[in-house]
């Protein structure tokens, strides 16, 4: 079992940035590889960014390349995703969660551990 918490959300305009981050305990961090996730009202969860176990690998979703970067510390058993140039449509509740595998994936069925979510507004 993974404990996962994410935080950094917030509201801000378009054209701006955030940083993420997940903070892990429960088990060995570096097991396996993470992702972000994220879910925006009457939407289906989506994937973002997923990184390997020892952060050796990155995969990105069409829509955030070039804009967001994954990256893991594992001493620190934390993960962020940094958020540059922020669209509206880019407003959701972002999730950190756990694979079942090492190398990078981008199926909400290959993560087994969730944390909770934090909100992340982006304005015009």
């Known amino acids: 079992q993974l404990r996962l918490v994410e935080s950094g959300g917030g509201l801000v305009q378009a054209g701006g940035s955030l940083r993420l981050s997940c903070a892990a305990s429960?088990?060995?961090?570096?097991?396996?590889?993470m992702g972000w996730f994220r879910q925006a009202p009457g939407k289906v969860r989506e994937f973002v960014a997923s990184?390997?176990?020892?952060?050796?690998?990155?995969y990105y979703a069409d829509s955030v390349k070039g804009r967001f970067t994954i990256s893991r510390d594992n001493s620190k058993n934390a993960m962020s995703l940094t958020m540059k140039s922020l669209k509206p449509e880019d407003t959701a509740v972002y999730y950190c969660?756990?694979?079942?595998?090492?190398?990078?994936?981008?199926?909400?069925?290959?993560?087994?551990?969730w944390g909770k979510g934090t909100q992340v507004t982006v304005s015009s």
């Open positions: 429960g088990r060995t961090f570096s097991s396996y590889a």
């Open positions: 990184i390997s176990w020892n952060g050796g690998n990155t």
């Open positions: 969660a756990d694979s079942r595998y090492t190398a990078v994936t981008d199926r909400v069925t290959d993560f087994g551990s």
